[in-house]
């Protein structure tokens, strides 16, 4: 008599067959093997690694004196640690001025963008107009000419109107690739939010502009936070713009002042405090984007799906 093998999740296997694989056997297989996962965690760190070492590098060099900045053999780590770096930036007179004006141009262009670019989109996606697929195609098309291409006919238009040299002229040259790129956005937000919410608003007894404050608004805060958080880094980064309008002006930049401060008549080369400034001028940025990390985050993936 021939026995049969019994298995404890089904009925008994004929004779001859093979043993079926349990659950555990089939997650073992699909699994990824010790070995891979050991290789690829160890690829992640090493270009976490290069990555971060410039980073490293710059705070290193902001907090070295004059003799390790200054010697044949580079130390990863300073014999001493010393602050003239920092003190030599803010004693430098153009230093603070410089980066009120930044943040003076950022938050204008951002502002500005925002309003304009928002209500542009609320309208290109709510409502149906002649020529309202062009429109979107040419926000598309506006963001990828590159900037360098419109600067010279953007100098001769603000030139025309007496607006270089002028902060607020530079606020309105940011606008040229912030509203497309807002509008783009924006656009993607507005349109997932089912247009029956804001009839249902309106059959309980709000106005349009009360639908769009109650409704549109407070669903589209991630894209707003998002897109200004974007808008933002391109607005403080940017150079090219302010260099070519604001180039004989005294108002600078941080950018500007970063760029022209090289040397100094007593010191020369002064590496520690061109480390420093470039340190100070970016730790704005990385402060509002860690601030805003997880909105961020939640914005991108807002616009996403389909709601």
Known sequence: MTATTTHPSGPPAAPGTARPKTRKAKARTVGRRPVTTWFWNSLAIGVAVVMAFPIYWMILTTFKTNKDLISQDPTFWPSSFSFESYTTIFDDPEFLPSLQNTLTLTLGAVVLGLVVGFLAAVAVARFNFRGRNFFIVTMLVVQMVPLLAIIIPLFVVMNGANLTGTLFGVVLAYLVFTVPYVIWTLRSFIVNIPAEL???????????????????LPLTLPGLITTGVYSWIQAWNEFIVVNTLMGSSKTHTSMMWLTFYSTTPTRGADYGAQMAGGLLVSLPVIILFVFFQKKVSAGLTAGAVKG
Do not use: S, Y
């Open 198 to 216: 804001d009839e249902a608003a309106m059959v309980d007894g709000c106005t349009q502009w009360g639908a769009f404050f109650r409704v549109i």
